[in-house]
């Protein structure tokens, strides 16, 4: 699973837009797991 690793790549390249998108991912994707 190569989920941090793309985490890593993109916040060198955008790190407040990805940082934004990637919290509101991981919010949505917790939800959907419980």
Do not use: H, K, W
């Not at 390249?13 to 949505?28: G, H, I, M, Q, R």
Request: glycine residues 6%; charged residues 30%; contains cysteine.
């Amino acid at each position: 699973m190569r989920y941090g690793d793309d985490i890593q790549s993109a916040n060198r390249e955008l790190p407040t837009a990805f940082a934004e998108a990637c919290s509101d991912c991981v919010t949505f994707l917790r939800g959907a797991d419980e």
